[in-house]
């Protein structure tokens, strides 16, 4: 028993993790219908500033976490501007693959240009840093604050998207786009803005979760397929289905880590092929028709 | 081979040596991590062989010397053999070097006999490399040297109950035996062995099957880089420090670059190395002189950069010896039973192995004057290569 | 991506387009024979490669299946190819053949796993298989090596007469010889009644299976061709380096394939010919000096093509060229 509650311990951890970096994605997946392999890179500029802001301008990690978030999405600006948009709603798969390919590979040269090609830690406060015992064993205090942070997140998606006029107004554009946009809702503007919010919520994750995700210049590409994966089982576009992927898979890669860590990514990717095949459009997906 | 392709080999080898002392420039191609996330030790390659370059000039004998470097990125064994392939082939390099990962040396080695190439190993650790060709000299270290000293220290420690954790290739597997069989053999019990794929960065799950082992002391090997960090903080974090189970490991997961990341939980770890930056000798600090000099970072130094060094003086010896022509078997003759004093200690060159002989020294995790230093605090004398010597 | 549908070639002389890959190849390979003797192993690579970006048109190019896993037939052939010849099969022909089974078979699976969704759900799938697949690689160390890569591949001499040596100069031609065969191969089946049928169903999969034809079983068995291909390509790549990596089955491989034949221009043999050669020719002078301004070149291409040229570099020439034999005709 105790193993089973420590194992989901960190399945949850590490599930929350993926949850806050892919919820962004998924947003973005289900509103603009954009296969967006660059999510990751934009988690990983989070992750840089975050660094730089503690170790070179010794900024406090709150205040790091904002710098990042915000830093981020001014940085993502021009992209979703100049290339983002020409790729919303129309292209087929393979283009958007090819261009969010392009931005990952360009931001990770630039990234290794400024900042060198070295893993670069998130220094965390006193109050987050060494373990702590929840009553079955210890945890690293920093994986709770984890939990807690995805929980919040979570929720706060939760009544945006439910109880705002903003989500009002995205549910509309995510369901009926064109009727949406005869009804007078600027499309345009939602979509600046959610991608802006997707950005931002990608870059919280990768600061966040650089315990478990270290933050280096291959970042991007390393877990470019993850975030996706995570998505397309959860089904783009849903809070409930990143949730539960996200916790789905956190369990069944750190239970295939526990039982059988030489097999390394081996149980991820068969759950994926399993819920693929028994639900084609992710476990809380909507029909796109 | 046939006596046709012999014939063209042979024609297009004397074209390469009548090529090489035309230009008399002799060069040498060394094969390191230059990018990606293990691009620290290319670094220190370079900054070990600038520093003897420094300290003994560009030429040998009248011969121009010209290092070459090429980027082996990760363990990716075609790769380093098309580079060191076309370095042979392109390049007419006389000698290679380099080499951090052991599936990328193994890759080269086949080519080196038939291209009459000495190839001097300074990082891949497992035993066997040096076996895979007569022309391979190494002067880092194997898995063996400095873990077998890891062993002995973990049962005068008390160690009852072990678990292993090792990365999933040739030199964690080298690890895991050497540990498992002198720790058995002094009495101790292996109560869990785990093999980590090497893309590995979330330890938490591992740390706590180790946890549930009951075992009172974790020995761990991991290459330098990303992954080690990970561990150390999961080890941390994860309360096992706190609950009293002791870390040992080889110095790869302790390097000086990474302390401060680790910061002041990881003082106490113990680790047994041939190398710490912060080695008290004449040798050491001129040596680390000599970096600052060339405007390296002494907080970037690791065993690479003196492997790198002492590595650079054996090619050094060996051109002297062959008066600049290609001739292996006359170089490796000439180093073989090499002695001198590194930045490191005492060592010397095994004659039986090809590998190098060397202090290791036990050390702790300290602070001294505000800063982590690995600090030695024992030395096993003079260690061969456990599992190529027949002592 | 999805109108790049070229216009059946002019009727006529019907071995113009086999006749004109097979000049091409020979033309390309004599250059590099004599104009480059001290780059040939690299050129083997690259032909290795190129067999894989061709294999990738077929599913991808031909039949608008997005996949990024399809390192994973290279892989697999190249794994079967290698422990074959450590295991006693020298022969370098026999290697190919092992190659060739391996590579249809993982063909058959993959196609049978990934054809039955179209769009997101595909992709994901592919890339699922081919990480499935490159973790079993790591696993089985025992069987190929894991990390360490598979090494020891020592192949025989070709045709019982020219042995592999370091100058790579048998492995060159050997490699040469299987890239014309293959290129004068697909050139016919891609225009064969299958061919073109595989084209219709990636044009209108609606219309297709309107008029009666069953989608899923022509795909998995264009599938498999394609794995044929790029076993091929895994196999020579295992008898020229002598090693097989994990990088053989990884993601980074799937995707710079798929970003060779975009380059070049999907739906096309001859694009997947001039993407293969033109990418890894730059890469091998650009990336040599700094691997990260080469990613970032690529990145700034990639999102160029995108923009500036979805078709791909070939499709003008292409347009200039059936323009030409308009004229021609008329």
Request: charged fraction near 15%; proline fraction near 5%; include cysteine.
């Amino acid at each position: 028993m105790r193993i089973v509650l420590s194992i989901a311990t960190d399945a949850l951890a590490y599930g929350m993790v993926l949850f806050i970096i892919s919820i962004g994605l998924s947003i973005m997946m289900g509103l603009m219908r954009v296969v967006n392999l660059a999510h990751g890179a934009f988690a990983m500029i989070g992750g840089y500033l975050a660094s730089y802001a503690i170790r070179d301008l010794n900024a406090p990690y709150g205040l790091a976490i904002l710098i990042a978030v915000i830093g981020a999405i001014v940085v993502s600006i021009p992209f979703e501007a100049l290339l983002y948009r020409r790729i919303y709603r129309k292209s087929d798969p393979l283009i958007q693959v090819l261009m969010t390919i392009g931005i990952t590979f360009v931001i990770i040269g630039v990234v290794n240009y400024i900042f060198g090609p070295s893993l670069k830690s998130i220094p965390l406060p006193n109050a987050l840093s060494g373990p702590l015992d929840i009553g079955f064993r210890m945890v690293p205090t920093h994986r709770v604050f984890v939990i807690a942070c995805g929980l919040i997140t979570a929720l706060l998606l939760w009544l945006l998207i439910e109880k705002t006029e903003f989500g009002i107004k995205l549910r509309a554009s995510v369901d009926h786009s064109d009727m949406a946009d005869a009804l007078g809702i600027r499309t345009e503007i939602i979509y600046a803005v959610t991608f802006a919010l997707a950005i931002g919520l990608g870059a919280f994750g990768g600061v966040v979760g650089a315990e478990i995700l270290p933050i280096e210049p291959f970042y991007a590409l390393r877990y470019m397929v993850t975030f996706l994966v995570v998505v397309s089982v959860g089904g783009a576009g849903s809070i409930t289905g990143a949730l539960s992927a996200s916790l789905l898979l956190g369990l069944a890669d750190t239970t295939g880590k526990y039982l059988a860590p030489e097999f390394g990514e081996f149980f991820f990717y068969l759950t994926v092929i399993i819920i693929v095949f028994l639900f084609p459009r992710g476990l809380f997906g909507r029909s796109h028709a | 081979m046939t006596r046709r392709a012999t014939t063209v080999s042979a024609l297009a080898i004397l074209c390469l040596a009548s090529g090489v002392a035309a230009a008399d420039t002799i060069k040498v191609g060394v094969i390191g991590t230059m990018s990606g996330p293990y691009a620290l030790f290319g670094k220190n390659f370079k900054m070990g062989i600038d520093a003897w370059v420094a300290e003994n000039g560009t030429k040998v004998g009248g011969h121009d010397v010209e290092f070459i470097y090429r980027d082996e990125e990760s363990p990716n064994p075609a790769k380093s053999k098309a580079i060191a392939q076309e370095l042979i082939v392109k390049d007419k390099v006389q000698y290679l070097a380099g080499a951090y990962f052991t599936p990328n040396a193994m890759a080269i080695a086949p080519l080196l006999e038939e291209s009459k190439t000495p190839l001097v190993v300074m990082n891949a650790a497992t035993s066997s490399i040096v076996e895979k060709s007569p022309y391979i000299v190494r002067t880092s270290f194997t898995m063996w040297q400095n873990t077998v000293p890891a062993a002995k220290t973990a049962t005068k420690n008390g160690a009852k109950k072990v678990a292993i954790a090792v990365s999933d290739y040739g030199p964690g597997i080298d690890a895991e035996a050497a540990f498992k069989k002198t720790f058995e053999a002094d009495g101790g019990a292996v109560v869990e062995a785990i093999r980590i794929p090497l893309a590995t960065t979330d330890f938490s799950p591992i740390m706590q099957r180790i946890k549930n082992s009951g075992a009172d002391t974790i020995f761990t090997f991991l290459p330098s880089g990303p992954p080690t960090l990970g561990f150390v903080k999961a080890y941390l974090d994860n309360g096992l420090k706190v609950a009293g189970v002791k870390l040992m490991s080889t110095g790869d997961v302790v390097t000086e670059p990474d302390l401060p990341n680790i910061g002041d939980p990881g003082i106490g770890i113990l680790s047994t190395y041939h190398y710490s930056v912060s080695h008290a000798s004449p040798e050491n600090a001129s040596f680390l002189a000599q970096i600052k000099k060339g405007g390296g970072n002494v907080d970037e130094v690791t065993m690479t950069s003196v492997a790198a060094y002492d590595g650079a003086r054996l090619i050094y010896k060996m051109i002297e010896a062959t008066a600049g022509q290609r001739d292996p078997v006359k170089a490796i003759a000439a180093v073989k039973d090499m002695t001198w004093v590194s930045p490191r200690g005492p060592v010397s060159i095994d004659p039986a192995t090809r590998h190098i002989r060397q202090n290791v020294y036990l050390r702790e995790v300290a602070k001294v004057d505000g800063k982590l230093i690995n600090r030695e605090i024992q030395t096993f004398d003079a260690q061969p290569d456990w599992a190529l010597s027949k002592e | 991506m999805s109108d790049s549908a070229t216009p059946a070639p002019p009727r006529g002389l019907p071995m113009i387009p086999e006749a004109s890959g097979a000049l091409a190849i020979i033309g390309l390979g004599a250059i590099g024979y004599f104009l480059f003797p001290d780059d040939l192993a690299f050129l083997t690579r690259l032909i290795g490669i190129t067999l894989l970006v061709l294999s990738l048109d077929l599913v991808t190019g031909y039949c608008g299946v997005a996949t990024l896993g399809h390192a994973a037939q290279f892989g697999v052939a190249a794994y079967a190819a290698g422990i074959a010849c450590v295991r006693g099969v020298t022969d370098p022909i026999a290697l190919l053949g092992v190659g060739l089974v391996a590579g249809t078979m993982m063909g058959l699976i993959s196609g049978a796993l990934i054809t039955r969704f179209r769009g997101l759900p595909q992709l994901v799938l592919s890339i699922a298989v081919g990480q499935l697949v490159a973790a079993l690689a790591n696993k089985l160390s025992w069987l190929t090596g894991g990390s360490d890569g598979l090494s020891g591949i020592t192949p025989g001499k070709v045709f019982g007469l020219y042995g592999f040596d370091m100058y790579s100069r048998t492995a060159f031609l050997f490699s040469l010889g299987v890239l014309l065969i293959v290129f004068v191969v697909l050139s016919r089946f891609v225009r064969s009644p299958f061919g073109l049928m595989c084209r219709g169903i990636k044009d209108d999969d609606l219309r297709a299976r309107m008029i009666g034809v069953s989608i899923y079983p022509r795909l998995v068995v264009m599938y498999g061709v394609s794995g044929a291909v790029a076993g091929l390509g895994g196999a020579l790549t295992a008898i020229s380096t002598g090693v097989v990596g994990l990088d053989s089955v990884s993601f980074e491989r799937s995707a710079e394939v798929l970003v060779m034949l975009v380059l070049g221009g999907a739906g096309h043999l001859w694009g997947a010919l001039a993407g293969a050669l033109i990418f890894q020719i730059f890469e091998h002078i650009v990336a040599a000096a700094n691997p990260f301004h080469w990613m970032m070149l690529v990145g700034l291409l990639l999102i160029g093509i995108v923009v500036f040229a979805p078709r791909g570099l070939i499709a003008p020439v292409m347009a200039l060229a059936t323009r030409l034999a308009r004229k021609g005709d008329a």
